[in-house]
C-alpha cells in the first residue's frame, strides 16, 4: 500500500524547536516533491515548505521564513520539517503531500499522495 507517514509532532514551548519527518511506504519519495501544509483550529488550511524533486530546490512560506527549514534526509527516503522558534500561532496539524511538483495552490487532497497529519503544540 503506497501512503506517506508523518512523525515528530508534539508539544513544546514557545521559542523551542521540532522536528517533522515525512516517510513514504510503497513508493520511492526521491522521485517527488515534498510540501508540509497545516491547519489550525478554524483556520483555512496553508502551505508552508515544499523541496522539489529534481533539483531540490526550497520555498518557504513568509509566515514562517527563517524559522523553518525543509530538506531531504536518510538518503532521501524522507523529508524533514525543521521548526524553530515556534511560536503559539504555529499550532497546528501539520501534513506532509508529495507530487510531482510543488505547488502553493493545489489543494491537500489533489496530491498524488498525503499523510494523516501530525499535530504540533506550541505552548507554556
Known amino acids: 500500500q503506497m501512503q506517506l507517514a508523518e512523525s515528530g509532532g508534539g508539544l513544546v514551548q514557545p521559542g523551542g524547536s521540532l522536528r517533522l519527518s515525512c516517510a513514504a511506504s510503497?513508493?520511492?519519495?526521491?522521485?517527488?516533491?515534498v510540501g508540509w501544509f497545516r491547519q489550525a483550529p478554524g483556520k483555512s488550511r496553508e502551505g508552508v515548505a515544499c523541496i522539489e524533486s529534481d533539483d531540490d530546490m526550497t520555498y518557504i512560506a513568509r509566515s514562517v521564513k527563517g524559522r523553518f527549514i525543509i530538506s531531504r534526509a536518510d538518503a532521501k527516503t524522507t523529508v524533514t520539517l525543521f521548526m524553530n522558534n515556534l511560536k503559539p500561532e504555529d499550532t497546528a496539524v501539520y501534513y506532509c503531500a508529495a507530487d510531482r511538483l510543488c505547488s502553493w495552490t493545489r489543494n491537500l487532497e489533489d496530491h498524488e499522495y498525503w499523510g494523516q497529519g501530525a499535530q504540533v503544540t506550541v505552548s507554556s
Open positions: 510503497g513508493f520511492t519519495l526521491e522521485k517527488y516533491a
